[in-house]
């Protein structure tokens, strides 16, 4: 049921206008994420979809794109050559412990309904000191705000199941691992204030 859902999600994001092999900012995450991994690691990109930003990562490090949808995964294996693994973010992932160098989660993370036990699993499967990226969208902004004070909703997509802001993004990501960076990716604003400006932020965090 729950591949179900996002694959008729992704379906319509396709007849919406946005193509197969589209992925939100992804010369901007390509460029920060591939950045802030390097070459040489162990890589696991969760909710990978079709490949389209996991590709980035590929050159000089053994890539692992999982995510629940077949068709998705199938894509980037075909398409991309990516070693793929269908898996249900919501449990544990089969995968062992300490397992790899960096952990991508980008655009995923308000997807989920718990997303503690997620990280919970991120944590766990990978190595001492070791990276986990990602990217979020925020929705406590100035503009989000002043939306929910003229009566209209935060957020159209019907599969956002969270809605952070700038402090409750910070909080999560602190309950399971040192924060090393957060970016603002969206806002021409931000730069001044993420809080009140950022509509998405990304983050390089570290195990212990």
């Known amino acids: 049921m729950l591949e179900g859902i996002y694959v008729e999600h992704h379906r319509r994001d396709q007849t919406g206008g946005k193509r197969i092999g589209q992925a939100f900012l992804e010369t901007e995450r390509a460029g920060l994420f591939g950045g802030w ?3 040489g690691k162990d890589v696991l990109d969760l909710g990978c979809r079709d490949g389209t930003l996991t590709r980035h990562f590929r050159e000089g490090n053994r890539v692992v794109g999982a995510d629940i949808d077949r068709r998705a995964l199938e894509s980037a294996r075909t398409q991309y050559g990516i070693d793929v693994q269908r898996v249900n973010l919501n449990a544990s992932l089969p995968f062992p412990n300490a397992r790899f160098d960096a952990v991508v989660l980008a655009e995923t993370l308000e ?42 909703r935060l957020d159209s997509d019907p599969t956002h199941c969270q809605y952070f802001s700038f402090d409750s993004l910070r909080e999560l990501l ?18 001044y204030s993420m809080r009140l400006f950022a509509r998405n932020v990304a983050f390089r965090c570290r195990t212990s």
Do not use: C, Q, S
């Open 174 to 191: 602190e309950g399971f691992f040192t924060i090393e960076a957060m970016v603002p990716l969206k806002g021409r604003l931000a730069r």
């Open 37 to 39: 991994i390097g070459r």
């Open 111 to 152: 997807h989920l309904p718990y997303p503690r036990i997620t990280l919970g699993e991120v944590k766990r499967v990978l190595r001492p000191r070791g990276m986990f990226v990602g990217n979020v969208p925020l929705f406590y902004h100035l503009h989000g705000r002043w939306r929910v004070l003229r009566g209209k």
